[in-house]
């Protein structure tokens, strides 16, 4: 079975400054999906960029860039120029591409600090 | 787009009620999923349904659980004879067919159980 991990509960970055959050996954799949979700506080989860498992360049939205390492089955998330806006728990997501169900992580609370 | 919608938002009810949620997805989106998420966890998948047919279902769904998809629109989840560990956030998604798609989920039903 499928499990994902992210081992940083709680994580707190000044405003402007870079912070990257981990995630490791555990999968004998050979093609799936990645993704990382956000869920702002007492909002809707939102999805903040997805890596396919088959391509080596990582993918890049923004501010919002992936260190994947498909060897080491993990999946980071790196956030330059941090926002306020950017406070929430994020989840990391593995999908294996049968019925595109998504496995969570226990998610990281990220606190952006002014 | 007007998004996923779920009601109601909060939903409080003795022990041994029965309750409803409903999820009414993003109109072209043929697929739906369910998901349990408890307090400092991530979502668990609950169930999924392609169009009208429930094509997956996790065993965290016991026999007290049932969705539907009537016509392939809205969802709705029952809980029949609740307990208090169904306490919980229900989150809906929904999303286009094929891999690699983003799934978009409601605000979430908030259960709890008195």
């Known amino acids: 079975a499928q499990t994902v991990t992210q081992s940083q509960p709680e994580m707190s970055v000044q405003e402007a400054e870079t912070v990257t959050l981990s995630c490791t996954y555990d999968t004998s799949e050979s093609n799936y999906y990645l993704f990382w979700y956000k869920q702002p506080p007492s909002r809707q989860m939102i999805l903040v960029i997805r890596q396919e498992a088959y391509k080596q360049q990582n993918a890049t939205e923004n501010r919002f860039s992936v260190n994947f390492q498909k060897a080491a089955k993990s999946f980071s998330l790196k956030i330059s120029d941090s926002q306020l806006g950017d406070t929430a728990m994020y989840f990391c997501a593995f999908d294996g591409g049968a019925t595109n169900k998504l496995i969570f992580g226990t998610g990281t609370l990220l606190a952006v600090q002014p | 787009d007007t998004g996923v919608s779920q009601n109601p938002r909060h939903k409080i009810t003795k022990r041994g009620q029965n309750v409803t949620f409903r999820c009414d997805p993003i109109?072209?989106?043929?697929?739906l999923y369910w998901y349990r998420q408890t307090l400092g966890q991530g979502p668990e998948f609950l169930t999924y349904f392609q169009n009208e047919a429930q094509l997956e279902k996790s065993r965290l769904l016991s026999d007290r659980f049932s969705a539907e998809r009537p016509k392939g629109s809205f969802s709705t989840l029952e809980i029949q004879r609740t307990e208090q560990g169904d306490s919980a956030m229900y989150l809906c998604a929904s999303s286009s067919p094929g891999p690699f798609v983003a799934q978009h989920f409601g605000d979430g039903t908030r259960l709890s159980i008195l």
């Open positions: 109109s072209e989106h043929n697929r």
